[in-house]
């Protein structure tokens, strides 16, 4: 069974994920934006999450995200916490 937990957790990781995509090809950030793919371990995650809240998920699908999930949670915890803005600095 996926709880909501686990949902949110797959949730934030995409979202970190995708937004280190986004910063690789926009170091700076800006107004404007470059256009930006998003990586094979990004697409990896979305697609984990994805199944994580299809209504047709199977046993084998819950298996493959409890695994990626455990695998995560071992090897790059950070990836849990939810994405915030950084502040900006005013001198």
Known sequence: MITDRTQKDLYNIVANLAYSDY?????AGGKTANPYTLSAETTKALEMY????SKNRTESD??????????????????L????????VHN
């Open 62 to 79: 819950e298996r493959s995200i409890k695994e990626y999930l455990s695998n995560i949670t071992l090897s790059r915890a950070d990836l």
């Open 23 to 27: 910063r690789r090809t926009n170091p």
């Open 81 to 88: 916490l939810p994405r915030t803005e950084p502040k900006a």
């Open 50 to 53: 994805a199944a994580s809240v």
